[in-house]
């Protein structure tokens, strides 16, 4: 059975930075797509990045220039630099990975980063 495991998040003070991981646990194929998404407290959640395993790389506009997605597409990983964080990146952040363009297969259990003041 094919697991994403998160790590990498926690507290950090706005302006700081964290460095997200999420690895792949189990026996598939290269994904195709793999990507981070977020969800804050009462809100629905939303793409913050994704790249797929021939380098193709998306953003949300609003978060290009401080986050910074890569992949290692041997392991089957992904990584999310994010960097200047504000009080409003506080959520709780999901890996997701998918074997085709259409859809994310597989999702991780999220982990929480919180951001203060």
């Known amino acids: 059975q094919v697991q994403l495991v998160e790590s990498g998040g926690g507290l950090v003070q706005a302006g700081g930075s964290l460095r997200l991981s999420c690895t792949a646990s189990?026996?598939?194929?290269?994904?195709?797509?793999m990507a981070w998404y977020r969800q804050a407290p009462g809100k629905q959640r939303e793409a913050v990045a994704s790249?797929?395993?021939?380098?193709?790389?998306y953003y949300a506009p609003s978060l290009q220039g401080r986050f910074t997605i890569s992949r290692d597409n041997a392991n089957n990983a992904v990584y999310l630099q994010m960097n200047s964080l504000k009080l409003e990146d506080t959520a709780v952040y999901y890996c997701?990975?998918?074997?085709?363009?259409?859809?994310?297969?597989?999702w991780g259990q999220g982990t929480q980063v919180t951001v203060s003041s």
């Open positions: 189990g026996s598939v194929s290269t994904f195709h797509v």
């Open positions: 997701g990975a998918g074997l085709t363009w259409r859809s994310y297969d597989y």
């Open positions: 790249a797929t395993s021939e380098g193709t790389l």
